[in-house]
């Protein structure tokens, strides 16, 4: 299934979201340090429920590190300056989608890193600034999992 990346998340409550998206999608959240909040953090377990047990959390020290374990073969990254849409690609089970920390997005050393397959964006109209980054990645995976036909759902 889709590997969901944060890299470097900062709100809880976004964190705790998709643990509930990972568990029940069936997608791996990999969360890229440093986090800004403790995965104990009360509000993250609230927003988590008692999803925590049915998802696949994995947390990274670095980018690199998160690659290494992973060895993708394609990495989208996401973000408002790309001129592709999320729409515009055949998503594979073992992609991984990248998502930037809420205040700033990924920064440009990511964007620009050899490992990005391509930058990708989600609509939105001009007076727009961002969308909440779990709804950002829950769009993206039901869009990748859609286009798998909803694999392992009833």
Not at 28 to 39: R, T
């Amino acid at each position: 299934m889709f590997r969901v990346v944060f890299y470097q998340p900062e709100i809880p409550p976004n964190t705790g979201n998709a643990i509930r998206l990972a568990a029940n999608t069936g997608c791996e959240l990999h969360l890229i340090e440093p986090l800004g909040f403790s995965l104990e953090d009360k509000y993250l377990r609230r927003a988590g429920l008692d999803y925590h047990d049915l998802a696949h959390v994995v947390v990274h020290a670095d980018l690199a590190s998160a690659l290494s374990a992973l060895r993708p073969s394609t990495v989208y990254a996401f973000t408002t300056k790309a001129t592709g849409r999320y729409t515009d690609v055949a998503y594979a089970a073992d992609d991984v989608l990248l998502f930037g920390p809420e205040s700033t997005g990924l920064p440009e050393h990511v964007l620009t890193d050899p490992a990005i397959t391509a930058s990708l964006s989600l609509p939105m109209l001009p007076t727009s600034r961002s969308l909440n980054l779990t709804n950002t990645a829950s769009i993206v995976v039901y869009e990748a999992w859609r286009q798998h036909g909803f694999t392992g759902a009833p």
